[in-house]
């Protein structure tokens, strides 16, 4: 089965930027997207299609690709942004989705 | 306002039933692929199921097929999830999504606030 791999978790001071990486083998063939999850809450969408920003979401949020890894950039981290991140991709038929292993980023 | 609400989790033994409903509100539902997304205990989120927007396809991960059934009704801007031969893995937080597709991929947003569904005797 596919499978998007995460690190587990990344820490980072205020201010500076941090870096979530996703891996899979189909990511150079398909899109990738990101989400934000606060404790408690639902996940919200962050990032589409490897680097779309949705409406809302504020501009220190970017994404990236580069063959079979994905990045998610926080740049100017605030406090705010403590939370879990998830990856998520679709397989070639656009049918069955997968989601990363997740990652938690403190904010020191 | 786009809104989707879940109801119908709570506990149910193993090798019972559960169904679990989601309202939409704030979009048209019709038009829209919908999705079952869960996230057991402390644990990630996992993929469960998409319906197109007449019903016409569904797809399921390998772990609830022939288990769980997703329909909807486009009438009462309602999603369902009927889940039947239910395991004590399969507790989670249950989230309704709605699912945008192009071509060959998709996502999911917004989310709904989620249903827990725990199965345990």
């Known amino acids: 089965s596919y499978e998007l791999t995460q690190p587990p978790s990344v820490s980072v001071s205020p201010g500076q930027t941090a870096r979530i990486t996703c891996s899979g083998d189909a990511l150079p063939k398909q899109y990738a997207y990101w989400y934000q999850q606060k404790p408690g809450q639902a996940p919200v969408l962050v990032i589409y299609?490897?680097?779309e920003r949705p409406s809302g979401i504020p501009e220190r949020f970017s994404g990236s690709s580069s063959g079979t890894t994905v990045t998610l950039t926080i740049s100017g981290v605030q406090a705010e942004d403590e939370a879990d991140y998830y990856c998520q991709s679709a397989d070639s038929s656009g049918t069955s989705y997968v989601f990363g292993t997740g990652t938690k980023v403190t904010v020191l | 306002e786009v809104q989707l609400v879940e109801s119908g989790g709570g506990l149910v033994q193993p090798g019972g039933s559960l169904r679990l409903s989601c309202a939409a509100s704030g979009f048209t539902f019709s038009s829209y692929w919908m999705s079952w997304v869960r996230q057991a205990p402390g644990k990630g989120l996992e993929w469960v199921a998409n319906?197109?927007?007449?019903?016409?396809?569904?797809y399921y991960v390998d772990s609830v097929k022939g288990r769980f059934t997703i329909s909807r009704d486009n009438a009462k801007n309602s999603l369902y999830l009927q889940m039947n031969s239910l395991r004590a893995e399969d507790t989670a937080v249950y989230y309704c999504?709605?699912?945008?597709?192009?071509?060959?991929?998709?996502?999911?947003?917004?989310w709904g606030q989620g249903t827990l569904v725990t199965v345990s005797s």
């Open positions: 299609k490897d680097s």
């Open positions: 999504a709605r699912k945008y597709r192009t071509h060959n991929t998709g996502w999911f947003d917004p």
């Open positions: 319906i197109k927007q007449d019903g016409s396809e569904k």
